[in-house]
């Protein structure tokens, strides 16, 4: 794709990463260590030396991912994710004026479907899911070919519903190594390379899971493809056969069919995704 450039921002609590996006490719990336635990306003510098460094005239907008709640309407994050100084922060104000650009703000699983969308495996479909399965279970959702977040960006939180005697994100993402069998899915993942048979099992067990929660989404929202990212997705060959196997008690034969279920391949999607909110809300 072709179209304005675009700075991406990439906001974590021990690094934030701003990329510019021009002509549909990342153009170049500024990665700054974040003062976590630091004021809310050393955080904002850290974010403004990234974002200093690679912005220039052309920039049409910035969009912005962050771990936490947002009102959308405002662009206010609220309780971010490992900086606990930012409890409620007008984000997009505080761009807006600094930048004197249109900025957008969302969450790190909503921006991971829209730059799935916008820059990889959702681009020919108009009802998409991007799951992330990694620390947790958090997804976004593409309908009708546009970014839908909710009225308080809570959509896509599908690992909140409640599963077994907790919820999906507590069986159906990197959780489950921990809590059930009392280690990493990272541990899990090289056991399971060396064809140790307790890993696999382990993973045979959470396949399982994935797919009721697989099952759970296409109930709510029937997407024609599922792609998923986070850590865990690395280790797809080892539960994909799983995952179907539960899938296979889904009601509607058609869907089962017709339904399809990949793995990110996107590169720098976290960049990539929050420039890709610029680009969904350009659609009107």
């Avoid at 460094?53 to 309780?79: F, W």
């Avoid at 070919?145 to 009225?151: D, E, T």
């Avoid at 999607?269 to 420039?275: D, N, R, S, V």
């Amino acid at each position: 794709m072709s179209g304005p450039a675009v700075v991406g921002i990439d906001l974590g609590g021990t690094n934030v990463r701003a990329g510019l996006v021009v002509d549909g490719r990342l153009a170049g990336v500024r990665s700054v260590p974040v003062r976590g635990q630091g004021a809310e306003g050393d955080v904002l510098e850290d974010l403004f030396s990234a974002v200093d460094a690679i912005m220039g005239p052309d920039v049409a907008g910035i969009g912005a991912g962050v771990p936490s709640i947002i009102d959308l309407k405002t662009g206010t994050v609220y309780d971010v994710q490992n900086i606990p100084s930012w409890k409620k922060v007008p984000l997009k104000a505080i761009l807006e004026e600094r930048y004197r650009r249109p900025v957008y703000v969302n969450n790190d699983a909503n921006c991971f479907a829209a730059g799935e969308k916008h820059f990889g495996k959702l681009g020919p479909y108009d009802n998409a899911v991007g799951l992330i399965v990694g620390t947790g279970l958090g997804a976004g959702i593409i309908a009708n070919g546009r970014l839908y977040s909710g009225i308080n960006c809570g959509a896509g939180e599908f690992g909140m519903l409640p599963y077994l005697d907790h919820n999906f994100e507590a069986y159906a993402s990197g959780q489950f190594f921990r809590r059930v069998h009392g280690t990493s899915g990272r541990d899990a993942a090289e056991r399971a390379g060396r064809g140790d048979r307790a890993a696999l099992a382990m993973f045979d067990e959470f396949g399982g899971h994935l797919g009721e929660a697989v099952k759970a989404i296409c109930y709510a929202v029937d997407p024609e493809i599922i792609v998923l990212g986070g850590s865990v997705s690395k280790s797809y060959g080892h539960y994909r056969a799983a995952l179907w196997r539960a899938f296979q008690g889904y009601a509607y034969s058609l869907a089962k069919e017709r339904l399809r279920i990949e793995v990110s391949e996107t590169e720098n999607i976290a960049i990539l995704g929050a420039a890709a909110l610029y680009f969904d809300a350009a659609r009107g």
